[in-house]
């Protein structure tokens, strides 16, 4: 897991975190829009084992044992237990298997090879050296990966105007509406347009290149969001927690409806995009890893 992420996913939340991302994830689309562009850009359903890294409540599986007819079996590795049975309950096919372990660690915990892993808005939380080695690992010849990374964490992706003037507004209100209620807050802007980063394309290539795997597609694609996905994301307690720190849940949730009715006003209810990046790489044949374990 990589340094910043520890305590993101922590436990004591954890069964809040799955059910609040359930619900989250059923009622808008934002999820289900990256994991079918994952999915199409990597042309997985030919495939015949698949490992879903990160696979959260199980959505970008489900939607690839519903459109394939090749997977045979999808390893849906997690870390979080709790994620892992609202995958179960979600997913309700034979052809999933639900491993409880780090995506630093899968060669240890998955007993086959596998020709194609997929990860939907994961890669910004792990260790990505040791994620892509633990990938060459696993990965038959010439297996694929397809991972993209959110879009906050990543630093060369030129998110458009109209997003950046809106995350300006948006939260400029909600520092002054915490502030009016006597709180300190502070949070930049630039934060949801990259500022941030911990990643860009050239640390990805490096990382895929010194862990035997070969670029194949590198692209940068839109998804919008509507004003309110944006609010009920922003109210996830995994998300406010770092928007609005040492604030309790019910006050958070309430200057963040203030500050977007504000924004709303100011702003339009129009959608605004994001634009993600994606990476395909393959795993090249009989490498040689520079850095053993
Ligand atoms: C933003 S959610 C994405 C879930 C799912 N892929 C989707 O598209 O809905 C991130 C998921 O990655 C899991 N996760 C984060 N870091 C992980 C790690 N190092 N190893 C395994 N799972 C991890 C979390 O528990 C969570 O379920």
Redesign the pocket.
């Known amino acids: 897991?990589s340094s910043w992420?520890k305590g993101?996913?922590e436990k004591s939340t954890a069964r809040e975190i799955?059910r609040e991302?359930d619900i989250y994830?059923k009622q808008h689309s934002t999820?289900v829009k990256?994991?079918k562009k994952l999915i199409s850009l990597s042309g997985i359903s030919h495939c015949q084992v698949v490992i879903?890294?990160?696979?959260?409540?199980?959505?970008?599986t489900k939607y690839l044992l519903k459109h394939s007819r090749q997977v045979e079996r999808v390893y849906c590795?997690?870390?979080?237990k709790e994620?892992l049975s609202i995958a179960k309950r979600n997913i309700n096919d034979k052809k999933a298997k639900f491993v409880l372990?780090?995506?630093?660690e899968i060669s240890r915990h998955i007993p086959e090879k596998a020709d194609g892993i997929i990860?939907?808005?994961?890669f910004q939380?792990?260790?990505l050296d040791q994620?892509l080695r633990e990938s060459n690992k696993i990965l038959s010849s010439r297996g694929i990966i397809t991972f993209n990374i959110?879009p906050s964490w990543f630093k060369e992706v030129k998110q458009n105007k109209r997003t950046a003037l809106f995350f300006e507004i948006f939260y400029r209100n909600m520092n002054a509406i915490a502030r009016e209620k006597g709180f300190k807050s502070s949070f930049d802007y630039r934060f949801e347009l990259g500022s941030r980063s911990v990643f860009s394309a050239k640390s990805v290539l490096s990382s895929l290149s010194k862990n035997g795997f070969k670029l194949l597609k590198y692209q940068n694609i839109s998804i919008d969001r509507s004003p309110k996905e944006i609010l009920d994301f922003l109210k996830l307690q995994i998300i406010a927690k770092h928007r609005l720190p040492n604030i309790p849940q019910p006050t958070r949730e309430k200057i963040l409806d203030e500050a977007m009715e504000r924004t709303i006003k100011k702003f339009g209810n129009r959608s605004v995009t994001h634009k993600w990046p994606y990476f395909v790489a393959q795993a090249k044949q009989g490498i040689k890893l520079a850095n053993k374990f």
Do not use: H, R
């Open positions: 897991m992420a993101y996913w799955a991302y994830s999820y990256t994991s879903d890294l990160g696979v959260g409540t199980g959505i970008a590795v997690d870390f979080s994620m372990c780090k995506a630093e990860s939907n808005a994961v939380y792990v260790d994620v959110w």
